[in-house]
């Protein structure tokens, strides 16, 4: 098959007048969600906007007493002493994290990156800048920060919060196991483990009952925060929901 670059972009709500001609090469993979592939025919575009349109939404599962797992995306901008500079971000997950709450979530666990600390824990790259300025956006609710992003420590804290309780795992690239692979300083590269990768994605999917993805500028990416947690259910927050349906639309 005939493989052709394309730009990526991390919103297809960012680019205005998108229409079905864009989508013109013989075959296009959309990078930023891995399981689609557009081909010319006009079937297989009908096919594709269904596929993407019907995709589960947070509105369409359960929630109720139900501790839901977010994959969010805060990979925000921080100064050198820490501050977020922009928390768009950040804000963006709100709406999804209000709506789990409201429905009645026992718990809203959120994972995410920052940086490229490389597969091994750098206080450079962590997340606790984004505690404070979660706090606020959610209206002054304590949001619980979590030392890691798996282990006993992290499930201890996960099964021990309260009824409406937010916890915020500590950055997932902090493991080798979350991106696969890493860099040394000299830049030779270091492959996971299997078994340990597995291990991680065991110990992230111990975390929730239901797994919501809302991080679309990291859904191009096969990393086990984004395919590896192995819950029965599993939607799309409000921010991919957004993506998915747009691109339906342009389709």
Do not use: W
Not at 37 to 52: C, D, E, G, H, W
Not at 114 to 128: A, D, E, F, M
Not at 216 to 241: N, W
């Amino acid at each position: 098959l005939l493989e052709l670059p394309i730009t990526f972009v991390t919103s297809l709500t960012s680019i205005p007048n998108i229409h079905r001609r864009t989508c013109s090469s013989p075959r296009i993979h959309l990078i930023s969600i891995s399981d689609f592939q557009v081909s010319q025919n006009k079937s297989s575009y009908r096919q594709s906007a269904m596929s993407l349109a019907n995709k589960l939404s947070i509105t369409d599962v359960d929630v109720k007493g139900k501790r839901v797992l977010i994959r969010v995306d805060f990979n925000v901008p921080l100064d050198e002493n820490k501050n977020i500079t922009n928390n768009q971000r950040i804000a963006g997950a709100v709406p999804t994290i209000k709506h789990a709450l409201d429905h009645g979530a026992k718990t809203v666990i959120l994972m995410s990156h920052l940086g490229r600390p490389n597969g091994s824990p750098n206080p450079k790259y962590s997340l606790t800048p984004v505690v404070p300025e979660l706090e606020k956006l959610l209206g002054g609710k304590k949001v619980t920060f979590a030392p890691d992003c798996v282990g006993p420590e992290v499930e201890e804290i996960v099964n021990k919060a309260g009824e409406g309780d937010v916890v915020l795992l500590e950055n997932l690239r902090f493991h080798i196991e979350e991106e696969g692979s890493a860099k040394d300083k000299d830049g030779n590269k270091t492959k996971a483990d299997k078994a340990k990768v597995d291990e991680f994605r065991k110990g992230l999917t111990k975390l929730g009952d239901i797994y919501i993805n809302d991080a679309f500028g990291t859904a191009h990416r096969a990393h086990s925060s984004m395919v590896g947690v192995d819950l029965p259910q599993k939607a799309a927050g409000f921010l991919m929901k957004k993506e998915l349906d747009y691109f339906a639309q342009a389709l």
